[in-house]
């Protein structure tokens, strides 16, 4: 396989996989593009290689930047806006956790907070409050292993996750 051939699989490959991230396609795709750039890209040359519009590439590579994925970088006597991607996986991972954390599982505490206070009068009641507090208690557990995945760093997630996966 030549490298070019290879970039194209990644790429697509990665596009596909974005999904699983909650996010689309494209964006996935430019991530993956930059992920794999030695070096700073353009938007026009994200769009080429792409073969995409200004104004998807503009509005992907945007996502990208507000999830913390891509930084702008900056170049001396250039106009142009140059944009890299985070190239350590630990951090990438990171990343996406306080993303998808944000966007779906706070919003979950947050009406599981407010439909607890349920008060159970009948048999149909009760198993409402329960089934509720069994999946707060899941989801605040959750919450908090994400916290510390956040915060902890990526020799002590390997150790763990290699001990776990032996």
Do not use: C
Not at 60 to 69: Q, S, V
Not at 127 to 132: L, Q
């Amino acid at each position: 396989m030549d490298l070019q051939h290879g970039k194209d699989r990644f790429i697509q490959s990665w596009g596909a996989l974005g999904s699983s991230w909650g996010i689309n396609r494209t964006m996935a795709q430019v991530h993956a593009l930059l992920l794999i750039s030695p070096e700073a890209l353009t938007a026009d040359e994200i769009m080429a290689d792409l073969k995409i519009s200004r104004g998807n590439a503009n509005m992907n590579i945007r996502a990208l930047i507000d999830w913390g994925l891509v930084y702008k970088e900056l170049k001396p006597g250039e106009r142009k806006e140059y944009f890299v991607a985070e190239k350590d996986m630990w951090q990438v991972v990171k990343q996406i956790i306080i993303h998808r954390k944000k966007k779906e599982l706070e919003p979950m505490l947050k009406i599981l907070d407010e439909i607890s206070s349920v008060e159970p009068d009948d048999e149909k009641s009760e198993e409402f409050v329960k089934v509720i507090r069994d999946i707060k208690l899941f989801s605040n557990k959750a919450d908090s292993t994400l916290d510390k995945l956040v915060k902890a760093d990526s020799n002590w997630f390997m150790g763990t996750f290699l001990k776990m996966v032996r």
